[in-house]
């Protein structure tokens, strides 16, 4: 399985940007797909996540009705449209796909993208 994230760039304050992750590869049962980030010198943590089978989203306390996942079954792709950005959204962002477990805990996550970034300057 490969996870293939773009989007990402540099956007001043109060920007939008819309990342995508398509993922290829063998098929299989599909739990969640979800997003996090890692900033310089920080832990990984969790964004978002939309149930595959459900297409409920769920997200972190710090993005929440700024951030907006979405999902696209016929191309294996998940969205996470990004607005009103803040400096401290400035991270790595990565895809990854769960098979189990709980949605905001990464050891859930079997596969990940590459990983793409996000600068937002103020």
């Known amino acids: 399985v490969q996870l293939q994230a773009s989007g990402g760039g540099l956007v001043q304050a109060g920007g939008s940007l819309r990342l995508s992750c398509a993922a290829s590869?063998?098929?299989?049962?599909?739990?969640?797909m979800g997003w996090f980030r890692q900033a310089p010198g920080k832990e990984r943590e969790f964004v978002a996540v939309?149930?595959?089978?459900?297409?409920?989203?769920y997200y972190s306390n710090s993005v929440k009705g700024r951030f907006t996942i979405s999902r696209d079954n016929a191309k294996n792709m998940v969205n996470l449209q990004m607005n009103s950005l803040k400096p401290e959204d400035t991270a790595v962002y990565y895809c990854?796909?769960?098979?189990?477990?709980?949605?905001?805990?990464?050891?859930?996550?079997?596969?990940w993208g590459q990983g793409t970034l996000v600068t937002v300057s103020s």
């Open positions: 590869g063998r098929t299989f049962s599909r739990y969640a």
């Open positions: 990854a796909i769960a098979r189990g477990g709980s949605y905001y805990s990464s050891q859930s996550y079997d596969y």
């Open positions: 939309i149930d595959w089978s459900s297409g409920s989203a």
